[in-house]
Antibody, heavy 121, light 111 residues
Framework: QLQLQESGSGLVRPSQTLFLTCTVS??????????WNWIRQRPGMAPEGVGS???????TYNPSLKSRVNISVDRSKNQLFLQVTSMTAADTAVYYC?????????????WGHGTMVSVSS | QSVLTQPPSVSGAPGQTVTISCTGT?????????VHWYQQLPGTAPKLLIY???NRPSGVPDRFSGSKSGTSASLTITGLQPEDEADYYC???????????FGGGTTLTVL
């Protein structure tokens, strides 16, 4: 059974860079033509897509974050990565990684438990 | 303010039927973009409930159904059960914004 687990810095100083890792177990990140995604949810708010990476290696990012976000994968380690630069308090959120279905890449069928990221000095 | 509009809350008694609406525009739901629905219990990650407008992933009870018409979509839950009490979100792709967008969410209360 495929499982996703986020890990990384839970507290980030303003203007610093966030690094998160999503480790995929129970299956390969390279199989099946799935998309791999980062979604965040600010306290009390709806989820918000951060960005996606597809089996081709192509990436898409939320335009509101595009200049600050980078998503990559290490296929040998079965891991997905998120980097967000110039963090501010507005970036405080639970960050999730999720798998997108093959024919409907925006339908996220498997999610990690999420990791809380706080931006504070 | 979310691109997709949902009622903040709905409620129903056990056994009843409730419908949650999701209103979009001609740049998202009104296009060929699919609508997906998620259920989120407190303190947990969202769970995919409906994908591709009206399809249920394996394991989702057939009490949950989805539909799409014009610039709107709906999630219908029949035979309400106490464990259905949760937040529900719709999601679609917006071609103007060039990003997937979520609705603001609807809190379902089972009376």
């Amino acid at each position: 059974q495929l499982q996703l687990q986020e890990s990384g810095s839970g507290l980030v100083r303003p203007s610093q860079t966030l690094f998160l890792t999503c480790t995929v177990s129970g299956g390969s990140i390279t199989s099946g033509g799935y998309s791999w995604n980062w979604i965040r949810q600010r306290p009390g708010m709806a989820p918000e897509g951060v960005g996606s990476i597809f089996d081709t290696g192509a990436t898409t990012y939320n335009p509101s974050l595009k200049s600050r976000v980078n998503i990559s994968v290490d296929r040998s380690k079965n891991q997905l990565f998120l980097q967000v630069t110039s963090m501010t308090a507005a970036d405080t959120a639970v960050y999730y990684c999720a798998r997108g279905m093959t024919l409907t890449p925006l339908a996220f069928d498997i999610w990690g438990h999420g990791t809380m990221v706080s931006v504070s000095s | 303010q979310s691109v997709l509009t949902q009622p903040p809350s709905v409620s129903g008694a056990p056994g009843q039927t409730v419908t949650i609406s999701c209103t979009g525009t001609s740049s998202n739901i009104g296009t060929r973009s699919d609508v997906h629905w998620y259920q989120q219990l407190p303190g947990t990650a969202p769970k995919l409930l409906i994908y591709g407008n009206n399809n249920r992933p394996s394991g989702v009870p057939d009490r949950f159904s989805g539909s799409k018409s014009g610039t709107s979509a709906s999630l219908t839950i029949t035979g309400l059960q106490p464990e259905d009490e949760a937040d529900y979100y719709c999601q679609s792709h917006d071609w103007n914004l060039r990003v997937g967008v979520f609705g603001g969410g609807t809190t379902l209360t089972v009376l």
